[in-house]
């Protein structure tokens, strides 16, 4: 049997159903005094906190100065996790050396999680931005090479041979053949690292940075200052979210301008 | 110049030993500016020599040569026009067909005037900026022939072009070839099973068996054409209707249908 799709207006309504059950159950646990407020504050609290540290600074900054500061290291780790994954991707899918050169090494690599490169970061360079990069960049890396190396191989064949045909060439084949055939995934692949990207950033910020929202977190937790680090929970929650729709948004409207309508 | 030569050529798929033998001991030599088909049962290896005479697959023993040369890679000397079309999605009509001039370099005037008779060679200039999704299946397959037709190859390569067109865009192709062939003779290489196309199409038919693929007989079919002048009929209906085209067509129907007998199909 087909379950029946919902309306869009029921979907919104079972959506508003599972948020607001989250929020009244957690303010029942600490209203209650279930748990006791030190440990988790109430909704209350910390939308007040949120609200408050839109305009107040935390240690050092306000929270968007630090989501400020956090967006500029997340979006260069990512931009170059792009600009070095998916060209890399792509010459891996169409040059069968290259493949056989960085696959093993690059399948080992893989499995180890952004935060085991904090040690390093912290090493080679400190506080600096240079830190944080690098676990973003760890963390962002392997869906943009893998997405544009598999977009590359799986390129229907006969679009390949039709292309050899007519005579194209290594760089040609690779950027007006492979490079569009391969964008969807390749987009697929941005999101996922985009994702991932953000979940690192806030992970390196705990301890290789100055400033951000992990850093606001940290400093809050040495002042046992919960709604504080709850509101920076809401906060990379919440951008995550955006980043995600907004690029959900791109992956949709470049489908629709190929007619490839899913 | 453009001739095709297939000498003692063999094809084996998987291991060398204990693959499956599709071609067994492939004779045949088309002459320049001629039209041979091939025809076939489905599985009988037919587009495998297509598929070597455009560089796309090597021979396991003998040699698929083009002008006296040796076949190794692909290349523009050999267009090919594939069943599924294969035109680009992501690049226009214009586009598509451009592809090839670039790759040679032409400079940017040159390439326009040649697009645009191609263009009006296929009854294609008011689709000119269209992408291919936009287009139906036989424009499409006029994008993929004048994709192929622009670059002036010594030899033209079809797939079973027609195989994915409805009956009527089918029989509109196939007049069209005809004139395409007269007014700009080419050398062809077309694989089909409609037997009828090729009776239609060809100078000379080769009737594949089934696997492993040989060929059976090659039939004349040009001078029956000159003897009993074809070509005064513009539909290929009043064609088809001719007795010396239906002699033709039983001739290879009951060749095939040996095929099939012989293996209780």
Same mark, same amino acid.
């Given at each position: 049997?087909?379950?029946?799709?919902?309306?869009?207006?029921?979907?919104?309504?079972?959506?508003?159903?599972?948020?607001?059950?989250?929020?009244?159950?957690?303010?029942?646990?600490?209203?209650?005094?279930?748990?006791?407020?030190?440990?988790?504050?109430?909704?209350?609290?910390?939308?007040?906190?949120?609200?408050?540290?839109?305009?107040?600074?935390?240690?050092?900054?306000?929270?968007?100065?630090?989501?400020?500061?956090?967006?500029?290291?997340?979006?260069?780790?990512?931009?170059?996790?792009?600009?070095?994954? *998916?060209?890399?991707?792509?010459?891996?899918?169409?040059?069968?050396?290259?493949?056989?050169?960085?696959? +093993?090494?690059?399948?080992?690599?893989?499995?180890?999680?952004?935060?085991?490169?904090?040690?390093?970061?912290?090493?080679?360079?400190?506080?600096?931005?240079?830190?944080?990069?690098?676990?973003?960049?760890?963390?962002?890396?392997? +869906?943009?090479?893998?997405?544009?190396?598999?977009?590359?191989?799986?390129?229907?064949?006969?679009?390949?041979?039709?292309?050899?045909?007519?005579?194209?060439?290594?760089?040609?084949?690779?950027?007006?053949?492979?490079?569009?055939?391969?964008?969807?995934?390749?987009?697929?692949?941005?999101?996922?690292?985009?994702?991932?990207?953000?979940?690192?950033?806030?992970?390196?910020?705990?301890?290789?940075?100055?400033?951000?929202?992990?850093?606001?977190?940290?400093?809050?937790?040495?002042?046992?200052?919960?709604?504080?680090?709850?509101?920076?929970?809401?906060?990379?929650?919440?951008?995550?979210?955006?980043?995600?729709?907004?690029?959900?948004?791109?992956?949709?409207?470049? =489908?629709?301008?190929?007619?490839?309508?899913? | 110049?453009?001739?095709?030569?297939?000498?003692?050529?063999?094809?084996?798929?998987?291991?060398?030993?204990?693959?499956?033998?599709?071609?067994?001991?492939?004779?045949?030599?088309?002459?320049?500016?001629?039209?041979?088909?091939?025809?076939?049962?489905?599985?009988?290896?037919?587009?495998?020599?297509?598929?070597?005479?455009?560089?796309?697959? +090597?021979?396991?023993?003998?040699?698929?040569? *083009?002008?006296?040369?040796?076949?190794?890679?692909?290349?523009?000397?050999?267009?090919?026009?594939?069943?599924?079309?294969?035109?680009?999605?992501?690049?226009?009509?214009?586009?598509?067909?451009?592809?090839?001039?670039?790759?040679?370099?032409?400079?940017?005037?040159?390439?326009?005037?040649?697009?645009?008779?191609?263009?009006?060679?296929?009854?294609?200039?008011?689709?000119?900026?269209?992408?291919?999704?936009?287009?139906?299946?036989?424009?499409?397959?006029?994008?993929?022939?004048?994709?192929?037709?622009?670059?002036?190859?010594?030899?033209?390569?079809?797939?079973?072009?027609?195989?994915?067109?409805?009956?009527?865009?089918?029989? *509109?192709?196939?007049?069209?070839?005809?004139?395409?062939? =007269?007014?700009?003779?080419?050398?062809?290489?077309?694989?089909?099973?409609?037997?009828?196309?090729?009776?239609?199409?060809?100078?000379?038919?080769?009737?594949?068996?089934?696997?492993?693929?040989?060929?059976?007989?090659?039939?004349?079919?040009?001078?029956?054409?000159?003897?009993?002048?074809?070509?005064?009929?513009?539909?290929?209906?009043?064609?088809?209707?001719?007795?010396?085209?239906?002699?033709?067509?039983?001739?290879?129907?009951?060749?095939?249908?040996?095929?099939?007998?012989?293996?209780?199909?």
């Amino acid at each position: 049997m087909q379950p029946i799709p919902l309306r869009m207006s029921e979907k919104w309504a079972w959506g508003a159903l599972g948020l607001f059950g989250f929020i009244g159950l957690w303010a029942a646990l600490s209203a209650f005094g279930i748990v006791p407020r030190q440990f988790l504050p109430s909704p209350i609290d910390v939308l007040a906190r949120f609200v408050h540290l839109l305009t107040n600074p935390f240690a050092g900054a306000t929270l968007p100065q630090h989501l400020a500061s956090s967006f500029q290291r997340y979006a260069y780790g990512v931009l170059l996790a792009a600009f070095i994954g *998916v060209p890399l991707g792509l010459l891996m899918g169409w040059f069968r050396w290259l493949d056989d050169v960085v696959t +093993p090494l690059f399948d080992g690599l893989r499995f180890i999680a952004p935060i085991a490169w904090v040690p390093f970061a912290a090493l080679w360079f400190g506080v600096g931005i240079g830190g944080p990069i690098l676990i973003i960049f760890a963390g962002a890396f392997p +869906p943009c090479l893998i997405n544009a190396y598999r977009g590359a191989r799986f390129v229907e064949p006969r679009l390949i041979e039709a292309a050899r045909m007519l005579g194209t060439g290594h760089l040609r084949m690779i950027l007006e053949i492979l490079l569009p055939a391969a964008t969807p995934s390749i987009v697929s692949g941005l999101r996922v690292s985009a994702g991932l990207g953000w979940q690192s950033l806030v992970g390196a910020e705990l301890i290789v940075a100055a400033a951000g929202v992990g850093f606001m977190m940290v400093q809050a937790q040495a002042n046992v200052a919960t709604p504080t680090v709850m509101a920076g929970m809401a906060a990379i929650g919440l951008v995550g979210m955006a980043i995600d729709v907004m690029l959900r948004q791109g992956e949709a409207w470049l =489908r629709r301008r190929r007619g490839l309508q899913v | 110049m453009g001739s095709i030569r297939f000498d003692k050529v063999d094809k084996v798929f998987g291991p060398a030993s204990g693959g499956v033998k599709a071609l067994d001991d492939i004779n045949l030599e088309i002459g320049d500016k001629e039209f041979v088909a091939i025809v076939g049962p489905s599985g009988c290896g037919k587009t495998t020599c297509l598929r070597m005479v455009a560089g796309f697959e +090597p021979p396991s023993a003998g040699i698929v040569s *083009v002008n006296g040369k040796a076949v190794t890679e692909p290349g523009p000397d050999r267009a090919v026009v594939f069943q599924q079309f294969a035109l680009f999605p992501w690049k226009s009509v214009r586009e598509n067909i451009e592809l090839g001039l670039r790759n040679k370099n032409l400079p940017k005037a040159e390439r326009d005037g040649l697009v645009a008779g191609a263009l009006r060679l296929m009854n294609l200039e008011s689709h000119a900026d269209a992408f291919p999704h936009q287009l139906s299946g036989g424009m499409q397959q006029r994008v993929a022939i004048a994709r192929a037709y622009v670059l002036d190859p010594e030899v033209l390569l079809m797939d079973e072009p027609f195989g994915a067109l409805d009956a009527q865009t089918r029989v *509109v192709m196939q007049e069209e070839l005809v004139r395409l062939a =007269r007014v700009n003779p080419r050398t062809v290489l077309f694989i089909t099973h409609a037997v009828e196309e090729a009776v239609y199409l060809a100078d000379r038919v080769a009737v594949m068996t089934r696997r492993p693929g040989r060929i059976k007989e090659v039939l004349d079919i040009r001078s029956v054409r000159q003897a009993e002048s074809w070509d005064r009929h513009e539909r290929i209906e009043d064609v088809m209707d001719l007795e010396s085209f239906v002699h033709l067509r039983t001739q290879i129907w009951k060749s095939l249908r040996e095929e099939k007998g012989a293996h209780g199909v």
